[in-house]
């Protein structure tokens, strides 16, 4: 199975923050990699690939990228809005995997 | 508008059985490749199945041989069978249109319903 490392756990920041989060698999797996964002008591939304190939209508301030076992998430300038759980899945292979999370909470 | 609505969650003494259901509009079911994807309380994301357009089926190992996935084209409705349930089952349950094969990202979702297993 294809391990996916998500980095930090957490993050503390303000409105207006560059955030960046990352996500490293295992094994290489190419450039299928999806972002996700979960708010409290929802269903997980989808956000970006990692080339920003495929988008889920969201802000561009949401950019994704990398390829091979290394890639990013980066929101340019945090909104409100924005606070939430992140999540990373590989989809090179099956099972597919996700990340174990990263919270953005208001600093 | 893609609609993705789960009903069919609910307390289930272990090794009970369950069948959740996914409604959809917006779009065409059999068309789509469609998964089922859970989260523990307070846990991390698991797919645990997957149904291809053309019919084939994926499943996670923690659930082979006790779910299956299936669908009803003339209802638009995906389908979760779940049996011998285990209390490690116990997740919200969504179901996710998911991109085509080389690309499998769950692009919908639903909002959910939950499956509790327990005495």
């Known amino acids: 199975d294809i391990q996916m490392t998500q980095s930090p756990s957490s993050v503390s920041a303000s409105v207006g923050d560059r955030v960046t989060i990352t996500c490293r698999a295992s094994?290489?797996?190419?450039?299928?990699l999806a972002w996700y964002q979960q708010k409290p008591g929802k269903a997980p939304k989808f956000l970006i690939s990692?080339?920003?190939s495929f988008q889920g209508g969201v802000p561009s301030r949401f950019s994704g990228s990398g390829s091979g076992t290394d890639f990013t998430l980066t929101i340019s300038s945090l909104q409100p809005e924005d606070f939430a759980t992140y999540y990373c899945?590989?989809?090179?292979?099956?099972?597919?995997?996700f990340g174990g999370g990263t919270k953005v909470e208001i600093k | 508008e893609v609609q993705l609505v789960e009903s069919g969650g609910g307390l289930i003494q272990p090794g009970g059985s369950l069948r959740l259901s996914c409604a959809a509009s917006?779009?065409?079911?059999?068309?789509?490749?469609m998964s089922w994807v859970r989260q523990a309380p307070g846990k991390g994301l698991e797919c645990v199945s997957v149904?291809?357009?053309?019919?084939?089926?994926y499943y996670a190992d923690s659930v082979k041989g006790r779910f299956t996935i299936s669908r009803d084209n003339s209802k638009n409705t995906l389908f979760l069978q779940m049996n011998s349930l285990r209390p490690e089952d116990t997740a919200m349950y969504y179901c996710?249109?998911?991109?085509?094969?080389?690309?499998?990202?769950?692009?919908?979702w639903g909002q959910g319903t939950l499956v509790s297993v327990s005495s």
């Open positions: 996710a249109r998911t991109l085509s094969s080389g690309w499998l990202f769950f692009d919908s």
């Open positions: 917006g779009f065409t079911v059999s068309s789509n490749y």
């Open positions: 149904i291809y357009g053309g019919g084939s089926t």
């Open positions: 094994q290489s797996i190419s450039s299928r």
């Open positions: 990692a080339a920003s």
């Open positions: 899945q590989q989809a090179n292979s099956f099972p597919l995997t």
